[in-house]
């Protein structure tokens, strides 16, 4: 008899940062990969989303900044990694916190302010659509529920 639990899903789940100033996203450009990328990373096994997101701000920014809202949940499985839940959390103003970035050099080489409506040129289509949709919570002050990027709950 098969483990009704082998029907579960077991997705990875990812956490980012996203900072706002004005029009402007903060990106961070990855050693490696896609390139660039809002903070973030991949939640470990009994880490919370917002934990990861803070860890994961500290580990790649040099600054201890806690998620302050949840903009967007995405469902976004992909062919080679299966099932994925990413989670984007606004993490207030960078205010005086901007000149004490410091990138580890290893995962991360630069940090840039991007205006929301140039993401397409930094970013793979995906992510820019959850990007998108993030910096549109932040303005509306709303939580969106998103698969692959686009909100389906109105």
């Known amino acids: 008899m098969t483990d009704p639990a082998e029907k579960f899903a077991t997705p990875r789940m990812a956490a980012g940062a996203l900072f706002v100033k004005g029009s402007q996203v903060l990106l961070v450009r990855k050693t490696y990969g896609n390139r660039w990328d809002i903070p973030g990373g991949y939640v470990d096994r009994g880490e919370s989303p917002a934990a990861c997101c803070k860890r994961e701000v500290k580990e790649e920014l040099g600054i201890d900044r806690a998620a302050v809202t949840l903009l967007v949940q995405d469902w976004a499985p992909n062919d080679k990694e299966g099932d994925k839940v990413l989670y984007v959390f606004g993490c207030g103003e960078l205010g005086t916190d901007e000149s004490r970035i410091q990138l580890d050099g290893?995962?991360?080489d630069h940090w840039e302010?991007?205006?929301?409506?140039?993401?397409?040129?930094?970013?793979?289509?995906?992510?820019q659509r959850r990007l998108a949709q993030a910096y549109r919570a932040h303005n509306g002050s709303r939580t969106l529920y998103l698969e692959h990027g686009e909100p389906v709950l109105t």
Do not use: G
């Open 113 to 127: 302010w991007v205006e929301a409506d140039r993401l397409s040129e930094y970013v793979i289509p995906r992510l």
């Open 106 to 108: 290893e995962e991360l």
